[in-house]
């Protein structure tokens, strides 16, 4: 069975092709920059990378151009059985992948209330790639869904509970897809049966997200009503003092649309230490002995730290850490500094492993008490996983 899985941004086009009978990847890729002149197409088709640059003004010309190519390449004639599309907030509705029908593609852009720079992006792949393929199932998995079901006292916010109730104000929680995948490939890691496991899963990338998952069901998780909540990001602020938002407004003269986008885009690491979003540039920044980028990577690993703390309490008791996303996957230097203070818990690190270590592994020590892993994230085969089911 050939499931295209889809991501759509606002300006991007992200696809991966599988074949799941076999569970691999035939190709993937993404189209940049939709509407401007030169819009990037990148892609690998079984191995062989190819880049050109062409005008795409809309999504349709961004698909129908991945379409050429996969016909052209791995497709030669054999159809697409079902797309399954990345959305990123299902709202108050959604705890589980759907069929989609006009209902729920309504749905997705209603949801943009709560995932304005997500849903309606997510919403216009789905039509588009709908159009592209009329005869084909098209599934909408959810980032929100694996969060859905955490207790009220984990997801309520302290506002007045009529308002929680009348505009679905709360927790929703994201990464869903992330979370469930790496907590599933711990277990097999440590030859435990999931249902048995207490996980704290660190999904530390540009966005960044930490979950509780109890025995295989997430508890409680670090992002809120939408991305902005949690751990400090690339570009995003995390958690702050609300009145911090009214402050800004007032001083810096800022309206709704000015204080989104400090928030979401000019905050965070970025914001922090004035050198960039991506980690890599801050640490080798902080090596050189950058102040300001020493104190971003301090707060990202404070940060995390914080949450391993809480849900050890959330979940009153700890197996296993796990460690996943771009900075979670390759950064020895944040594994080893949230994992050094974490020895009250029994957290043991093995250095060589951390260090030298590559993809999939336990990093801890045959002694430690709670397993330390790294799994590199496959949130893309999650959801032609989901498309299948
Ligand atoms: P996204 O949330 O966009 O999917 P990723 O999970 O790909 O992001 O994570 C991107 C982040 O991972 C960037 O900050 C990048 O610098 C960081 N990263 C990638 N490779 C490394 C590395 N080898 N060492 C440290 N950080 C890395």
């Given at each position: 069975?050939?499931v295209?899985?889809?991501?759509a941004?606002?300006?991007?086009?992200k696809?991966?092709?599988?074949d799941?009978?076999?569970?691999?990847?035939?190709?993937e890729g993404m189209v940049?920059?939709?509407?401007?002149?030169e819009?990037n197409?990148?892609c690998t088709?079984?191995?062989?990378?190819h880049?050109?640059?062409?005008?795409?003004?809309?999504?349709r010309?961004?698909?129908?151009?991945?379409?050429?190519?996969?016909?052209?390449?791995?497709?030669?004639?054999?159809?697409?059985h079902a797309?399954g599309?990345?959305?990123v907030?299902?709202?108050?509705?959604y705890?589980?992948?759907?069929?989609?029908?006009?209902?729920v593609?309504?749905?997705?852009?209603?949801f943009?209330m709560?995932?304005?720079?997500?849903?309606?992006?997510?919403?216009?792949?789905?039509r588009?790639a709908m159009?592209?393929?009329?005869?084909?199932?098209?599934?909408?998995?959810f980032?929100?869904?694996f969060h859905?079901?955490?207790p009220?006292?984990?997801?309520?916010?302290?506002?007045?509970?009529e308002?929680?109730?009348?505009y679905?104000?709360r927790?929703?929680?994201?990464?869903?897809?992330?979370?469930?995948?790496?907590?599933?490939r711990?277990?097999?890691?440590?030859?435990?049966?999931?249902?048995?496991?207490k996980?704290?899963t660190?999904?530390i990338?540009?966005?960044?997200s930490?979950?509780a998952?109890n025995y295989?069901?997430?508890?409680d998780t670090?992002?809120?009503?939408?991305?902005?909540?949690?751990?400090i990001?690339?570009?995003?602020?995390?958690?702050i003092?609300?009145?911090?938002?009214?402050?800004?407004?007032e001083?810096e003269h800022?309206?709704?649309?000015?204080i989104?986008?400090?928030?979401n885009?000019?905050?965070g690491?970025l914001g922090?230490?004035g050198?960039?979003?991506d980690?890599r540039?801050i640490?080798?920044?902080?090596e050189?002995?950058?102040?300001?980028?020493?104190?971003a990577?301090?707060?990202?690993t404070?940060?995390?730290?914080?949450?391993?703390?809480?849900?050890?309490?959330?979940?009153?008791?700890?197996?296993?850490?796990?460690?996943?996303?771009?900075?979670?996957?390759?950064s020895?230097f944040?594994?080893?500094?949230?994992c050094s203070?974490?020895?009250?818990?029994?957290?043991?690190?093995?250095p060589?492993?951390n260090?030298?270590?590559?993809?999939e592994?336990?990093?801890?020590?045959?002694d430690?008490?709670?397993?330390?892993t790294?799994?590199?994230?496959?949130?893309e085969?999650m959801?032609?996983?989901?498309?299948v089911?």
């Open positions: 069975m050939l295209l899985v889809l991501n941004g606002s300006s991007s086009l696809f991966n092709l599988f799941m009978s076999k569970e691999i990847s035939l190709a940049e920059r939709i509407g401007l002149a819009a197409l990148a088709v079984e191995g062989d990378r880049k050109e640059i062409l005008p795409i003004p809309t999504h010309e961004a698909l129908e151009a991945i379409l050429d190519r996969l016909k052209a390449t791995v497709l030669q004639g054999t159809p697409i797309v599309h990345r959305v907030h299902g709202g108050p509705k705890g589980d992948s759907v069929l989609v029908t006009e209902e593609v309504k749905d997705i852009e209603t943009a709560y995932a304005p720079l997500h849903n309606p992006a997510n919403a216009l792949g789905i588009t159009a592209a393929f009329p005869d084909v199932p098209h599934i909408a998995v980032d929100t869904a859905h079901d955490i009220d006292h984990a997801r309520m916010y302290g506002i007045p509970y308002l929680s109730q009348k679905g104000i927790r929703y929680g994201f990464h869903g897809t992330s979370h469930a995948f790496v907590a599933a711990t277990a097999i890691l440590l030859c435990r049966p999931l249902r048995a496991l996980i704290v660190c999904h990338g540009n966005g960044t930490i979950c998952v295989g069901k997430s508890l670090s992002m809120g009503m939408t991305p902005l909540q949690g751990v990001m690339g570009t995003r602020c995390g958690t003092d609300p009145s911090v938002v009214e402050m800004l407004m001083y800022l309206d709704y649309n000015g989104t986008d400090l928030l885009k000019k905050s690491l922090i230490s050198v960039s979003s980690f540039e640490e080798r920044a902080a050189q002995g950058n102040d300001r980028a020493r104190l990577r301090d707060l990202l404070y940060n995390v730290r914080q949450y391993i703390g809480a849900y050890a309490t959330v979940l009153d008791g700890l197996d296993a850490i796990t460690f996943t996303a771009g900075i979670g996957t390759h020895t944040v594994r080893a500094k949230v203070k974490l020895s009250f818990l029994g957290v043991k690190i093995d060589e492993a260090e030298h270590g590559t993809g592994r336990i990093i801890s020590t045959a430690s008490r709670v397993a330390v790294v799994v590199p994230t496959n949130e085969l959801i032609a996983r989901e498309t089911r």
